[in-house]
């Protein structure tokens, strides 16, 4: 009976130890992550902004094109991830500023008593028909397409990022293809 005791005793002990070991390994990394990774981000915001200004962008005012989206979107995405041009996110605004010519004309259209965008002119009002809501669900399905498409591109884009094309139209209807009972 001592030795069962004495083992119960110990056990404890060690699992405590344990315990403590992987929580201070925990708060290590939940600290050094970040820290580590937020030098890295300044310096390469540092170096995209220059980019972004001699990119082959549509024609206008690409700086404040691109201050207008990153206000609208920093609601859902740091900005960390916003200035990383590696970052699926850093992609994503940089197609809406520079490519995406939809919103490109709503950042453009900017009301300057109200700074609203203008409304959306077709298309489904998901969101409400804003332009600050379409160019959020443009930049959130563009985030969607290269974070998905890194490793390797689709078999089958299915018109997603297509910058004259209304978000609601970027698919594919396979169903009269597929359908077993004859042709369309």
Known sequence: ?????????????????????????GITLAIALP?????????????TTG???????????????????????????SPDLLEDESTPQGKAIRWI??????????LEGQDPATGNLPKQKHGFRLGGDAGEAQVTRRYILATLSYSTSQSSPWNDSLNFLSPDLHECNWHRNYTRQNFPFGSK
Not at 54 to 77: F, M, Q, W, Y
Request: hydrophobic residues 40%; negative net charge; proline residues 3%.
């Open 97 to 106: 500023v520079c490519d995406d010519s939809i919103s490109v004309q709503l």
């Open 1 to 25: 009976r001592d030795d069962d005791e004495a083992v119960k005793s110990e056990s404890p002990c060690w699992l405590v130890t344990l315990l403590w070991l992987l929580i201070a390994g």
């Open 51 to 77: 980019s972004l200004s001699d990119a082959n962008c549509l024609p206008g005012e690409v700086d404040v094109r691109l201050e207008l989206a990153k206000s609208i979107v920093s609601s859902i995405t």
């Open 35 to 47: 820290l580590s990774m937020r030098g890295k981000s300044e310096n390469e915001a540092q170096d």
